[in-house]
């Protein structure tokens, strides 16, 4: 499965839905991902506490966008109401960026 395929229902059906294991529980209520040719898309959701720190991602924002622009395909669509990000992370950077987003909103 390629990367933009995790949208399309036909091949994934259950779109990003594998549990995560281990996350801080400082950060995260819960998460997701689903692995791809290309990488891993990761959907995890916020605490509370984090929430209040971080009420509003704004990518219109100069700092904000600063801090968050190293994400690939970054969603925040659903943030606001349900503590959701969503990003891929892309497997020739090398990198794990699920470990810098928890780090950076700690």
Do not use: A, C
């Not at 606001?80 to 497997?91: A, L, R, Y």
């Amino acid at each position: 499965m390629k990367k933009n395929d995790v949208w399309n229902e036909e091949i994934n059906p259950d779109f990003i839905s594998d549990t995560l294991e281990n996350l801080n529980t400082d950060v995260w209520d819960r998460g997701y991902y689903k692995e791809t040719d290309d990488g891993i898309w990761y959907e995890v959701y916020v605490v509370d506490q984090i929430k209040k720190k971080f009420p509003k991602i704004d990518l219109n924002n100069q700092d904000q966008n600063k801090i968050f622009e190293k994400f690939h395909d970054l969603k925040i669509d659903y943030y606001m109401s349900d503590n959701q990000i969503t990003f891929f992370s892309p497997k020739k950077n090398n990198q794990n960026y699920l470990d810098i987003l928890t780090n950076i909103l700690i």
